[in-house]
DNA sequence: GAAACATGTGTTATAATATTACATAAGTCA
DNA sequence: TGACTTATGTAATATTATAACACATGTTTC
C-alpha cells in the first residue's frame, strides 16, 4: 500500500477549500454536491473538485467511497500508516465509520497471501443501518 | 446480509443473456459493454442490461464490483450461503479472485459488532497485481 | 536572471455510468 | 375472467468522471 509519507502539507488554495467542505459535511459528499458548495468562492468545473480530491486521496486527508461515488475527510490525523482502512456506513442516516486498526490490517495482509496478490489499494465498506437508525425502523 | 434462499430459478430471457455474456467475459464487464455484446440479440438499451442485472445479483449469480463500476459472473455455484465475499483484482490482467470463506464473514460480523451495525450489504475489493503479473512487472 | 521543468489552474467539451418516466406485454392466482 | 405482479421496450435525462488545450506559477540549475 503506497502511502504518503509527508506528515505536514502546504495545501493548495482549491486542495484547502475543498478539504474544508467536506469537513464541514461531515458526511459522504459527490462531486458535483461539493462543486455547487464552492461555486460561491470561484469554483466553476468538475475537474476543480476532482484535481483536489485526488491530492487530498493521495495524502491521506480524505477518501473515496466506491459504493456511493462519494468523498469524505478522513476522520484520523491522516491515514498514512497503513492505508487499510474499512467504512461502515449507515444507509439511513448516512454516517460513516472509518475504522483503522491491526484487525484490518491483518486481513488484508491475509487476504493478499492468500490470493498471491501484491496488493496496491483496497476497499472495505460495510453498509446497514446504525445503532440509533436500527432502534428505530423496526418495520 | 438478505440474500435469495431459491436454489433453482427460471431465468428470463433478457436475463440468461446477460449471464451469459457475463461468463464469457470471464472478467469485470461494464453495463455498456454487456449492451454492445447483446446488441445482436436485439439489446437496445442500457436499462435492458441494468435490469437484468440487478435479478442476477439479488440471485446471487453475479456481483457487481464498486470500485470498477463493473459486473462479474459469480464463480461458485452461487454465493447464496453467507453473501460475504471478497473480490481480489489484478489491475493488469483484469483477473478477478472471488473469495468465499469463513475468513471473510469472520471479519464482517466481527465489523459489524464492534461498529454496532446491522449489517445489510459489503464491499470488500483488494486490487493489485497478481502472481504472474507481478513477476513479470519487476519495474 | 534565464532556461528548463514540474505542478497547479481555468475552461470547454465530451465520455462513461445510471436512472426516471411511461406504455405495453406476459405470467400468476382467485 | 379480473386483479395483480413481474418483465419489457423505448426515449429522454440525470449523474459521475475524464480528455484536451491554454495558461500561470513555482522550483531547480546553470
Ligand atoms: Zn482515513
Ligand atoms: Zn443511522
Ligand atoms: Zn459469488
Ligand atoms: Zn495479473
Redesign the pocket.
Same mark, same amino acid.
Given at each position: 500500500m503506497k502511502k504518503s509519507v509527508v506528515t505536514k502539507v502546504k !495545501?493548495? %488554495?482549491?486542495?484547502s477549500l475543498v478539504l474544508d467542505s467536506l469537513i464541514k459535511a461531515g458526511q459522504p459528499s &459527490? @462531486? $458535483?454536491?461539493l462543486l455547487d458548495t464552492l461555486r460561491p468562492h &470561484? *469554483?466553476? @468545473?468538475? !475537474?476543480?473538485? $476532482? %484535481? @483536489?480530491l /485526488?491530492?487530498l486521496i493521495d495524502l491521506g486527508l480524505a477518501h %473515496?467511497l /466506491?459504493s456511493?461515488?462519494? *468523498?469524505i475527510a478522513c476522520s484520523h490525523v491522516s491515514c498514512e500508516s497503513s492505508g487499510a482502512t474499512a467504512f461502515v456506513i449507515c444507509d439511513k442516516c448516512e454516517t460513516v465509520q472509518e475504522i483503522c486498526d491491526e484487525s484490518i490490517s491483518n486481513f488484508l495482509s491475509s487476504l493478499a497471501r492468500k490470493t498471491k496478490i501484491r496488493a496496491s489499494k483496497s476497499s472495505i465498506e460495510l453498509h446497514g443501518l446504525c445503532n440509533g437508525c436500527s432502534a428505530v425502523s423496526h418495520s
Open positions: !495545501l493548495t %488554495r482549491n486542495q &459527490g @462531486a $458535483y454536491a &470561484g *469554483f466553476k @468545473a468538475p !475537474l476543480q473538485i $476532482y %484535481r @483536489a /485526488e491530492q %473515496r /466506491e456511493l461515488n462519494a *468523498f
